[in-house]
């Protein structure tokens, strides 16, 4: 039998295999009834086919995806879905992508699989042209004939919160680029997928690690999945009975590809540099070390092996020991590396946006962070496998994520006043962990708590957090279901024909 990952993206003819049953069922209904309702009305014809793709809550393992290290999301039930029609050779060649949600007017783009994305122009139909760029980059790299581009409508309908943390630009990317993949008739494997709509997402600027288009893609309802890296290939996790995990939005919003230079891509920059020094201090040449190391990971075996030396395993020591806990100025750094910072990142333009901004690099907390954090996400795994009461496993588990939230907060430096607040919040209100979850920033804190106790929790947050905010009109009351709502493992990217 064929591994998941190498599985290709499945194909329904009816939506109860992604939607289950009941009120989620009924709900799903209503959105597809609408959706081709409105796609009539907008374009005159009806969709040819559907794709959708979910956002996801990652449980443990934050930052540490684009270091090469492994992950631990779930799906959850909110999700972008695309309506597709592909033109006639006689029609326009050109993109008409249009929004259920009328806040986001329509984007019209050339046919043009070549056509540069303006970034200093932010629009939200430039996720979908990451997908259609990116499908046929991929394409023409594998040698796959495809036709001549021709014109597409497209209708977007997105229920997971933008600048939640919740992962809604890849839901909207990897929906979009199934999406262009079924109307041409083309289905590849997950893995293939994956890895494709994760470069996908560089064409928006932000350095992307992979984990947000690996969990959308690979999910299975029911199971979290460890995400590996390398290739890419996913594990399911089976979560104790006993615990639901609570989303809570913090209302700030993270504006990840926005702020790029000075927070998300800032952080993935400090990694390399921190690697590269690592090695050097370890005995490599400057040159060699430059050349040969991209991720912490790279040098991980170099740590672990000057650990050894003093009796542990943990890469952390070797951390201690060579990095300055003060930040590098860029001076400091290029001393050590014998060459400009600009030349050792390889003259990569988000890169050297965040040099343009960057007055210092605090590498010793981003690299204790990630050291950290990678060997939390297999105590998590190994945790929810071993022989322990449910009890035991779920209180072990909370433990995992508040240490991780501590990590994130003061030394990756990627927290916000709201979520701080939040996060005790939650805690104080019987959470048996809580953290922030995606990149932070803003975005949401995701809690675990025992099932029994779900419902009284979301209460005591809606009066503790959200109802001073409602007072202040920041949000609606009868939108507090968008968020903060409890959430089981859902299921992954699917393309429905009917």
């Known amino acids: 039998m064929a591994k998941h990952e190498e ?26 009834n609408n959706l081709k309702a409105k796609f009539q009305q907008v374009f005159g014809h009806a969709p040819d086919v559907f794709a959708r793709s979910p956002g996801r809550v990652n449980l443990i393992g934050e930052h540490i995806d684009y270091e090469g290290y492994s992950v631990l999301p779930m799906a959850i039930r909110q999700d972008t879905i695309v309506a597709i029609r592909k033109h006639g050779a006689e029609e326009e060649k050109l993109l008409r992508i249009a929004n259920v949600n009328d806040k986001y007017t329509m984007c019209t783009y050339p046919a043009d699989p070549n056509q540069e994305i303006d970034l200093k122009n932010h629009k939200w139909g430039h996720y979908f042209v990451c997908g259609y760029k990116g499908y046929y980059e991929h394409a023409k790299l594998k040698g796959v004939n495809v036709d001549e ?6 209708l977007i309908d997105g229920t997971v919160p933008t600048g939640s943390g919740l992962s809604s630009s890849a839901a909207f990317v990897c929906s979009s680029t199934i999406a262009i993949m079924a109307v041409s008739g083309v289905n590849l494997p997950k893995k293939e997928l994956a890895q494709l709509t994760c470069d996908c997402e560089r064409h928006i600027g932000t350095q992307s690690g ?3 288009q690996a969990i959308a893609i690979m999910a299975k309802s029911g199971f979290a999945e460890l995400i590996d890296f390398n290739p890419i290939r996913a594990t399911d996790v089976q979560l104790p009975a006993g615990g639901t995990f609570v989303i809570a939005h913090s209302l700030a919003e993270s504006q990840k590809a926005v702020t790029a230079a000075t927070n998300y891509n800032n952080r993935v920059v400090e990694c390399r540099l921190a690697a590269i020094l690592l090695c050097i201090k370890l005995g490599v040449k400057p040159q060699e070390a430059i050349s040969k190391v991209k991720t912490l ?9 000057f650990a050894e030396g003093r009796g542990s395993s943990d890469p952390v020591l070797a951390v201690k020991e060579y990095l300055k806990e003060e930040p590098y100025t860029a001076e400091e750094i290029e001393k050590i590396t014998e060459e400009s910072l600009s030349s050792v990142l390889g003259n990569n333009p988000t890169s050297l946006d965040v040099l343009k901004a960057a007055k210092h690099f605090k590498l010793h907390q981003r690299a204790a962070h990630v050291y950290s954090e990678a060997r939390r996400v297999y105590a998590f795994k190994d945790t929810v496998a071993a022989s322990l009461s449910e009890e035991e ?14 990590s994130c907060s003061v030394l990756y430096e990627c927290s916000c006043p709201e979520l701080e607040e939040l996060v005790k919040v939650c ?26 106790l779900v419902p009284q929790f979301i209460l005591n947050l ?7 905010r409602i007072n202040k009109g920041v949000i609606n009351k009868n939108d507090l ?3 903060v709502f409890a959430s089981k493992p859902s299921s992954g990217a699917a393309i429905l024909k009917f």
């Open 7 to 32: 599985l290709p993206v499945p194909i329904y003819s009816s939506l109860e295999p992604v939607y289950g049953e009941a009120s989620q069922l009924e709900e799903a209904e209503l959105r597809f």
């Open 297 to 305: 990971s790279d040098v991980e075996g170099l740590c672990v092996s």
């Open 462 to 468: 809606k009066e503790q957090f959200y109802q001073s």
């Open 481 to 483: 279901g968008l968020y």
């Open 427 to 452: 805690r104080n209100n019987g959470a048996l962990g809580a953290r922030l979850t995606g990149a932070g920033w803003g975005g949401c804190a995701v809690a675990l708590v025992k099932e029994s």
């Open 210 to 212: 992979g984990m947000d």
């Open 393 to 406: 496993k779920l209180k072990k588990l909370g433990e995992l994520m508040n240490d991780s939230h501590q």
């Open 149 to 154: 581009p021709v014109g597409l409508d497209i």
